[in-house]
């Protein structure tokens, strides 16, 4: 008989386990090896590079860009997060390394107007500002006469490229003004009060003498929102896609005009609002008041933020510039005021004008300008987030009707004025931001870019629910809250999930985990922890015994020393 041959048998479901060749550790960015080879630094012609590697950058220009302060020391915590925590701060180095190279690239410096021997620039006229600066420059400043349709409001898109005006007697139009091209004219045949360009120059909202309507740049109605009717001012907040209306009824309403519905209605319960502008930043809105006061808003409250009385009679206009640190406003009592928005809301300058200001606005680099009757007088500073000189003015023009409307273009040194004469454009050196985020507001961008840049800043709107006075202040954590959530859990549970365990040694082997030392253990253990208790108790109370002396020998330098004791010294106490 033959003998059965031998077969290796393996079973089916068995697999050969292999190393993986992923690794779990965090890779940090190794530093590029350095060339030995002095001819690799050569050029194709043979002559060596006399300043090799990249260029110097200083370190302060590098410090504006930084945003994780190296003070702070990394919290204990596991050897992974401190990792990550690592790979983070030089990636962030490096992000600042590159925004101070690319700062050389922003040529462009804000403009200024100079007397010459200690002139007086106020007596400067439009006129010779005109012949001084380039072609392209002069082409900025226009006049048109609408004396038929006047009284005008006007209102400058995002991107400072296009421009819009409503008439009182229904005349609305939108043009391309550095081309001079016009994109669309109509008359809606009903009074215009106030006119806003949506989150792009494409939609243009007009508050007529009835309901609010919505059109396009080519002038066609798109919608008529009944719900906001008798509408005086609007304002638009471009980073929460919302519309705010102030009404002769005395309602506040925001308008979220992604999804064509309205997140609130407040009644500010102070009659007719006809005086509100925004704080840019923090998307807050002002309302001026008959009884001389300012309230802030913001849809999440059904009350006002803060209440500021301004003025002894009704506030006239209000104006905030773009840092959200000062507001300027202006009343019946012909006072121009100035406050600090920083939590204290007092007065910081004021001045009083021969003719009460109707009109205000803030400038991108802190320029305040002052319709007055037909004179626009414009204060300056000594910089962006300066607080204006209000002593001398920086220019003054004056107009062929009374002012109706103002307001400074973005990223051009241009204020647009709308009067009952018709529309100017005042050429005002040194007040707008030389440069700009193209892909932010960029004024070249094309169809393409701005339907691309639509799609972005609605995956980025954010929600009503945050405004607030302190957007810093999302960013904080709410301890609060976070403990009451922390007890609700411990009662709905029965026990505190993130309480420490008690200790519980580890059995050894070899007759090693005896009854005795596992119960030695584990009073080591607790005297430790009671010995830390004691030890930081102990600092504590030294800590205190320290400030308690040092405010006492605070109180005895404050008392006067006496020569001698008096008879009255009896009745201290």
Same mark, same amino acid.
């Given at each position: 008989?033959?003998?059965?041959? +031998?077969?290796?048998?393996?079973?089916?479901?068995?697999?050969?386990?292999?190393?993986?060749?992923?690794?779990?550790?965090?890779?940090?960015?190794?530093?590029?090896?350095?060339?030995?080879? &002095?001819?690799?630094q050569?050029?194709?012609?043979?002559?060596?590079?006399?300043?090799?590697?990249?260029?110097?950058?200083?370190?302060?220009?590098v410090?504006?860009?930084?945003?994780?302060?190296k003070?702070?020391?990394?919290p204990?915590c596991?050897?992974?997060? +401190?990792?990550r925590?690592?790979?983070?701060?030089?990636?962030?180095?490096?992000?600042?390394?590159?925004?101070?190279?690319?700062?050389?690239?922003?040529?462009? %410096?804000?403009?200024?107007?100079?007397?010459?021997d200690?002139?007086?620039?106020a007596?400067?006229?439009?006129?010779?500002?005109?012949?001084?600066?380039?072609?392209? *420059?002069a082409?900025?400043?226009?006049?048109?006469?609408?004396?038929?349709?006047?009284?005008?409001?006007?209102?400058?898109?995002?991107?400072?490229?296009?421009?819009?005006?409503?008439?009182?007697?229904?005349?609305?139009?939108? /043009?391309?003004?550095?081309?001079?091209?016009?994109?669309?004219?109509?008359?809606?045949?009903?009074?215009?009060?106030?006119?806003?360009?949506?989150?792009?120059?494409?939609l243009?909202?007009?508050a007529?003498?009835?309901?609010?309507?919505?059109?396009?740049?080519?002038?066609?109605?798109?919608?008529?929102?009944?719900?906001?009717?008798r509408?005086?001012?609007?304002?638009?907040?471009?980073?929460?896609? /919302?519309?705010?209306?102030?009404?002769?009824?005395?309602?506040?309403?925001? /308008?979220?005009?992604?999804?064509?519905k309205?997140?609130?209605?407040?009644n500010? +319960?102070?009659?007719?609002?006809?005086?509100?502008?925004?704080?840019?930043?923090?998307?807050?809105?002002?309302?001026?008041?008959?009884?001389?006061?300012?309230?802030l808003w913001?849809?999440?409250?059904?009350?006002?933020?803060?209440?500021?009385?301004?003025?002894?009679?009704?506030?006239?206009?209000?104006?905030?510039?773009s840092?959200?640190?000062?507001?300027?406003?202006?009343?019946l009592?012909?006072?121009?005021?100035?406050?600090?928005?920083?939590?204290?809301?007092?007065?910081?300058?004021?001045r009083?004008?021969?003719?009460?200001?109707?009109?205000?606005?803030?400038?991108?680099?802190?320029?305040?300008?002052?319709g007055?009757?037909?004179?626009?007088?414009?204060?300056?500073?000594?910089?962006?987030?300066?607080?204006?000189?209000?002593?001398?003015?920086?220019?003054?023009?004056?107009?062929?009707? &009374?002012?109706?409307?103002?307001?400074?273009?973005?990223?051009e040194?241009?204020?647009?004025?709308?009067?009952?004469?018709?529309?100017?454009?005042?050429?005002?050196?040194?007040?707008?931001?030389?440069?700009?985020?193209?892909?932010e507001?960029?004024?070249?961008?094309?169809r393409?870019?701005?339907? %691309?840049?639509e799609?972005?800043?609605?995956?980025?709107?954010?929600?009503?629910?945050?405004?607030?006075?302190?957007?810093?202040?999302?960013? %904080?954590?709410?301890v609060?809250?976070? %403990?009451?959530?922390?007890k609700?859990?411990?009662?709905?549970?029965?026990?505190?999930?993130?309480?420490k365990?008690?200790?519980?040694p580890?059995?050894?082997?070899?007759?090693? *985990?005896?009854?005795?030392?596992?119960?030695?253990?584990? +009073?080591?253990?607790?005297?430790?922890?009671?010995?830390?208790?004691?030890?930081?108790?102990l600092e504590?109370?030294?800590q205190?015994?320290?400030?308690?002396?040092?405010?006492q020998?605070?109180?005895?330098?404050?008392?006067?020393?006496?020569?001698?004791?008096?008879?009255?010294?009896?009745?201290?106490?």
């Amino acid at each position: 008989m033959s003998r059965p041959r +031998r077969t290796n048998f393996r079973p089916k479901n068995t697999h050969i386990l292999k190393k993986s060749r992923i690794s779990k550790k965090l890779q940090v960015p190794k530093k590029p090896r350095e060339r030995k080879n &002095p001819e690799s630094q050569r050029s194709l012609s043979g002559a060596q590079d006399p300043f090799p590697g990249p260029a110097p950058v200083p370190v302060d220009v590098v410090q504006k860009f930084c945003r994780i302060d190296k003070s702070k020391k990394l919290p204990r915590c596991r050897s992974k997060t +401190r990792n990550r925590l690592k790979v983070a701060e030089t990636e962030e180095e490096e992000t600042s390394v590159t925004a101070a190279r690319s700062e050389l690239l922003l040529a462009e %410096e804000p403009g200024f107007l100079e007397g010459e021997d200690g002139e007086d620039t106020a007596k400067i006229l439009q006129a010779d500002i005109v012949e001084a600066v380039d072609i392209a *420059s002069a082409a900025k400043h226009f006049d048109l006469n609408l004396r038929q349709f006047g009284p005008y409001r006007v209102n400058y898109s995002r991107t400072g490229r296009h421009l819009a005006f409503g008439g009182r007697r229904g005349h609305v139009a939108a /043009l391309d003004w550095v081309t001079k091209k016009l994109m669309c004219e109509i008359n809606v045949m009903e009074a215009v009060r106030d006119i806003r360009f949506l989150h792009s120059e494409a939609l243009l909202a007009v508050a007529q003498n009835r309901w609010l309507y919505i059109y396009d740049n080519q002038g066609i109605e798109l919608h008529c929102i009944r719900r906001c009717d008798r509408v005086t001012r609007l304002e638009f907040l471009p980073f929460h896609f /919302l519309l705010a209306t102030a009404s002769e009824t005395g309602f506040l309403t925001y /308008l979220d005009v992604s999804v064509g519905k309205i997140v609130a209605a407040l009644n500010a +319960r102070a009659g007719r609002l006809d005086v509100m502008t925004q704080n840019p930043y923090n998307a807050v809105i002002h309302l001026g008041h008959s009884n001389g006061t300012v309230s802030l808003w913001s849809p999440a409250v059904k009350e006002p933020l803060v209440k500021i009385l301004c003025h002894r009679g009704g506030v006239r206009a209000v104006a905030v510039d773009s840092t959200g640190t000062y507001m300027a406003t202006s009343g019946l009592d012909h006072q121009l005021k100035i406050f600090d928005l920083r939590g204290t809301y007092q007065p910081l300058r004021a001045r009083t004008l021969p003719q009460g200001a109707g009109h205000l606005a803030f400038s991108q680099r802190g320029l305040l300008a002052a319709g007055m009757g037909d004179v626009v007088n414009i204060w300056a500073g000594h910089g962006k987030a300066s607080l204006p000189s209000l002593e001398q003015p920086y220019l003054t023009h004056r107009l062929s009707g &009374p002012v109706h409307g103002l307001q400074f273009c973005p990223f051009e040194d241009v204020l647009g004025l709308g009067h009952s004469g018709g529309i100017t454009s005042m050429l005002v050196p040194g007040s707008a931001e030389p440069n700009f985020d193209g892909l932010e507001s960029n004024p070249y961008r094309s169809r393409k870019q701005r339907q %691309e840049w639509e799609v972005k800043a609605l995956l980025e709107k954010v929600p009503a629910e945050l405004i607030c006075l302190d957007p810093r202040a999302l960013a %904080e954590v709410d301890v609060i809250s976070l %403990e009451q959530k922390k007890k609700e859990r411990i009662e709905r549970l029965g026990y505190d999930p993130e309480a420490k365990t008690p200790f519980q040694p580890k059995p050894k082997q070899k007759g090693r *985990s005896s009854t005795a030392s596992l119960v030695k253990r584990k +009073r080591k253990v607790m005297d430790k922890e009671h010995r830390d208790k004691v030890r930081q108790s102990l600092e504590q109370q030294q800590q205190q015994q320290e400030q308690q002396q040092q405010q006492q020998h605070k109180q005895e330098k404050a008392k006067p020393m006496r020569a001698r004791p008096s008879a009255l010294d009896r009745f201290v106490r």
